[in-house]
């Protein structure tokens, strides 16, 4: 080849180019983001109505089910979910993945305008999904010292986090809020004539700050006017005149009808780190910042700040830390990238027991890994879990050229030429090869460009980087092995092929591929039984979405029977926490009593629920993983709650997948017949063998008390129905009234509300005094009829139909596809009616999604290697031969998910996606060296031979070099390496046993298709 011949006469050329190249290397390297997975953007928006007071129903039938009439065509929606609460409603629009979500946003927003709103709700809230939303890091901060409120110092803490490189916002949750409230006393209120409503106007009236018209001063100067009276004391807000004693006729102040005070607002939530008061931050990452670097100065900075006299007496526990576990993973790939290529080294010294060829080698792998490097800069990629992943696999493949090139120079040394003209003519022989053998690697990754959805997403930089590898390693081979191999390597001193002739191992090898040719059928039958053996043990092995990753994290919701006080959910959080306590794997945990994260960051609260976070220590210093840590713990936990509440373990990984759990739903138009199948589905499922939870969000009911108006009562002491709703509403919420600025410009906002007193108990709120316009006082109970009812907390629909969702926890050691299988038996034997329709969700959903592109991908790549191979030796016949060796990788990959217990993934199929590419390099390189025989006057049967026996050493040592250097990554050792496991186990697997079937089978098929061979594959007498 022309190139090896230039860089063979100009090595200064090559060397200075090299050098060039490895400069581009250093810089695109330091300035390539490092991130935990491929930026992901999913086509999913949310449309959010507030409609204050208005019960499930009404937001079901006056706004979420024309916003879903409307949306319901916008052009590439996929689904559409609603749920309708209390007061709000939330519609979650999921797009095809090929839909643009900024594309389509004009376009749902238009049909959100279209629908009217009743009065009192707001305008619908259009919202996209947005990955830079979700935290990187979260930490809790706790008080040691009794009389340290961690609340107020947070505050302080996070106006100086804000500063730290690379932080977009830190947010806390579980801060110290204070506000002014007004106390007010019923009782002085009917004294005195007076209501809620005017304590509200006037404190209204009297804090106003309002401009007017510019007025032009006698100096000639022309300024605005501002009309101004503020409150900024609490003495301000009590000394406000709201009206006249009507029997005293004396002027009466707030002060005289309420207490005033400055208190902490009731958020109805509590946040514990280890049984003690805490508070939990959040820190959110600049667009395009670097995690690993976002997390090592946010971590350095609060380690500053704590060591200050100030903050003395608080201690940080970080919860999440998405920087870190980012560090560990690309951390451990890296070490199996370098373990990876040492390990191929080891095999190069084993087989060309020398020094200087291994050198040569030596030197293509980092020189390889620089280039590529260098070409994911400019394809703007980062370095993650999925790009070193890649980069990982193709260590051992990165050799496979330059072992090919080096070896063929040996041989051609041994000859006699002079190394000039061996580098040279074994480059150019075998150069039409390696070319034609990567040509078909690099093809198998051209359907993933096909791969739509969050697989395509994830997958496309990972075979971009592969191939960058691949073609990096072929340019390698091609010029710098030829130069440093005509300047390095001499003619042998001995005679290498008298040597190799008398070898007893290539002679016990040449008489087995003797033996194999003469009974060619037992051959050929004994690989299609261990083919057929093989496929059986891969539909024993199961499925599953991607590979669970112990992040050492997971959650805890614990939820109390509707309408149970925020005493008795703490009480049930405690008796967790006690068990936490006693496991040593658990780092640190984390309660919120009386809500969860949403509800804090909506401002809202729900007594009967909590949320619990809990940390394991480093995976390094415990025995068992997080899967098998929630395994041991749950049943105890569940037993000690029992029935007192739901309590739900809940694992995240960061690529978004849920381990261990199956979601699906059932969809129905008619309500009673759903509800009657979830209750016969849900006692048949919780019968079920390796199950721990089952759940499902069938409409709960609540009760509530309900005050219905009695219109003819109420008209008949001048009042209308929506006049004592609101002064109900108003007494029990309470009102913000305006707002007032301190001394040191803190603003605080200013709520009135009813003493407690006069409003805890249904007999006191019967009792509730309502003004008539005449001026007198009467109790609610005289125009309103007040029970206790059951009502619905929330209204859940897809597509327009009722459905109801259920999420199946499993054991870890149950796959996705069994426990799929046992639910769609369930469904089987329940005869439930025909119009029920069960879709799975969750991750089956995403494996049914990838699955077909990924099979669709293997049958493609397949197809483009034989286009490839065809084009290459310009013939049907040869490449056809060399495809036997494709299904002789299953017997392998079969094999090792098997033995490993490893389910066939989407990582998996990645893996046997790219065997297609490197399997038929060996075959390639035997028909190849097969048909230069015979084109130099051998026989076929002798060409076959022959070939086999020269091409066994590098096939063997290229086989071996790939193995070996994904071993490091099979094996899965340290976090962050589990996504790329099962690849190497199938890659290695299929390696194995393609690389020793093919020395046999592929021979036995060319003696097939040969005229000469073909009736009897013998040697000539």
Not at 79 to 108: A, H
């Amino acid at each position: 080849m022309k190139i090896s011949d230039f860089s063979i006469r100009r090595p200064i050329f090559t060397i200075v180019t090299m050098f060039l190249v490895i400069i581009l290397g250093a810089v695109s390297f330091f300035r390539i983001p490092v991130t935990l997975i491929p930026e992901l953007n999913p086509p999913i928006a949310v449309v959010a109505t507030s409609y204050p007071g208005a019960s499930p129903v009404e937001v079901n039938e006056k706004i979420t089910k024309p916003l879903e009439a409307s949306l319901s065509t916008s052009p590439g929606l996929k689904s559409m979910q609603s749920t309708s609460r209390e007061g709000t409603n939330f519609i979650l629009l999921m797009f095809d993945w090929s839909t643009k979500i900024d594309e389509v946003q004009l376009d749902v927003m238009q049909r959100v305008d279209s629908v009217p709103v009743p009065d009192g709700a707001s305008k619908p809230r259009f919202m996209k999904f947005d990955p830079s939303q979700f935290p990187v890091i979260q930490t809790s901060l706790r008080a040691t010292a009794k009389d340290t409120d961690v609340r107020k110092i947070a505050e302080q803490l996070e106006t100086e986090l804000r500063r730290t490189k690379g932080v977009a916002s830190v947010s806390i949750s579980g801060q110290l809020v204070e506000e002014v409230q007004v106390i007010l006393d019923q009782n002085k209120l009917v004294a005195n004539g007076l209501e809620q409503a005017n304590i509200v106007q006037g404190l209204q009236a009297n804090n106003v700050s309002m401009p007017g018209e510019p007025i032009q001063t006698n100096g000639g100067k022309q300024l605005t006017t501002r009309i101004v009276s503020t409150l900024t004391t609490i003495s301000d807000i009590r000394g406000i005149a709201v009206g006249v004693n009507p029997l005293t006729g004396q002027k009466v102040q707030i002060g005289d009808v309420a207490d005033v005070a400055l208190l902490e607002a009731d958020t109805g939530m509590e946040t514990r780190a280890n049984d003690q008061q805490a508070v939990l931050l959040s820190v959110l990452q600049e667009s395009g910042a670097n995690t690993a670097d976002v997390s090592t100065a946010f971590k350095k900075s609060l380690e500053n700040l704590l060591k200050k006299d100030e903050f003395k007496g608080v201690e940080s526990d970080i919860l999440f830390d998405q920087g870190d576990y980012v560090k560990l993973a690309i951390g451990n790939i890296g070490q199996s990238l370098i373990l990876g290529g040492i390990f191929a080294m080891l095999v190069l010294f084993l087989f060309l027991r020398g020094i200087k060829s291994p050198i040569i080698i030596g030197i293509a792998i980092p020189y390889s890994v620089i280039v590529t490097f260098v070409l994911m800069y400019f394809a703007d990629f980062s370095l993650n879990i999925m790009t070193l992943g890649a980069l990982a696999l193709g260590i051992g493949m990165l050799v496979d050229n330059a072992i090919v090139v080096i070896e063929n120079i040996e041989r051609h040394l041994s000859m006699g030429k002079a190394p000039k003209q061996a580098a040279s003519e074994g480059t150019n022989e075998i150069g039409g090869a390696i070319t034609a053998s990567t040509l078909t690697t690099l093809a198998v990754f051209v359907p993933v460009i096909f791969i739509s959805g969050l697989i395509g997403q994830i997958f496309t930089e990972f075979a971009l980087t592969i191939s960058f590898s691949l073609f990096a390693s072929l340019v390698v081979a091609l010029t710098v092995v030829p130069m440093m191999a005509s300047r390095m390597l001499r003619k042998p001193t001995k005679n290498v092929e008298a040597r190799r002739r008398r070898s007893k191992k290539l002679n016990n090898f040449e008489r087995s591929v003797k033996w194999s040719l003469k009974h060619r059928f037992i051959v050929l039958a004994f690989t299609v039984a261990a083919l057929v053996l093989s496929s059986f043990a891969l539909f024993k092995v199961g499925t599953e979405f991607l590979p669970a990753t112990d992040e050492g994290f997971f959650s805890i919701s614990v939820k109390l029977p509707n309408g149970s006080s925020a005493t008795a959910t703490d009480e049930v959080v405690k008796r967790i926490e006690s068990r936490l306590k006693d496991e040593k794997d658990v780092e640190v945990y984390v309660s919120l009593v009386g809500g969860t994260q949403e509800n804090m960051a909506q401002g809202s609260s729900r007594a009967n629920v909590a949320e619990m976070y809990v940390k394991l220590t480093p995976l390094a210093d415990r025995d068992r993983s997080v899967f098998e840590f929630v395994d041991d713990v749950q049943p105890k936990i569940v037993k000690a709650i029992g029935d007192d509440a739901e309590v739900g373990f809940v694992m995240q990984t960061a690529a978004g997948s849920s381990p261990n759990t199956l979601s699906f739903s059932l969809k129905d138009t008619d309500e009673e017949r759903l509800n009657e199948a979830v209750t016969k589905l849900n006692s048949k499922l919780a019968g079920l063998d390796s199950v721990t939870e089952v759940t499902n969000n069938l409409q709960d009911t609540v009760q509530e008390i309900q005050i219905e108006v009695d219109r003819e009562k109420a008209a008949a002491n001048g009042l209308a129905p929506y006049q004592i709703a609101q002064t109900v509403n108003n007494v029990t919420r309470g009102s913000l009234a305006t707002q007032i600025i301190g001394k040191h410009d803190d603003v605080f906002g200013v709520y009135v509300k009813y003493d407690k007193k006069f409003r805890n108990s249904m007999d006191r709120l019967k009792n509730l005094k309502l003004r008539t316009p005449a001026g007198n006082f009467i109790s609610l109970r005289e125009v309103a009829k007040i029970d206790i009812a059951e009502g619905p907390v929330s209204i859940q629909r897809v597509d327009q139909a009722h459905s109801v969702t259920f999420n199946l926890k499993y054991e870890s050691t149950q796959s996705l596809g069994k426990m799929t299988t046992k639910v769609n038996d369930v469904m089987d034997g329940l005869n439930l009616p025909e119009e029920i329709e069960l879709t799975f969700g969750g991750d089956r959903e995403l494996f049914e999604s990838a699955i077909n592109d990924m099979i669709m991908a293997v049958l493609l790549a397949v197809v483009l290697v034989y286009i490839v191979m065809a084009a290459q030796f310009e013939s049907f016949k040869y490449p056809f031969v060399i495809m036997f060796s494709v299904p002789l990788m299953v017997i392998g990959v079969a094999l090792g998910l098997f033995l490993t217990k490893t389910p066939i993934s989407v990582t998996a199929v990645i893996g046997i996606l790219v065997l297609v590419g490197i399997v038929v390099n060996n075959g390639i390189v035997l028909v190849d060296y097969i048909n230069q025989r015979k084109e130099a006057g051998m026989d076929s049967y002798d060409a076959i031979i022959a070939s086999v026996r020269d091409r066994v050493r590098p096939i063997l040592m290229t086989a071996l070099t790939t193995i070996l250097g994904l071993l490091p990554l099979a094996l899965g050792i340290g976090e962050g390496t589990e996504m790329n496991q099962p690849m190497g186990i199938a890659v290695i697997g299929g390696l194995l046993s393609s690389t020793l079937l093919t020395l046999y089978i592929v021979p036995i098929i060319y003696s097939l298709f040969d005229r000469q061979t073909r009736k009897r594959a013998i040697a000539k007498k």
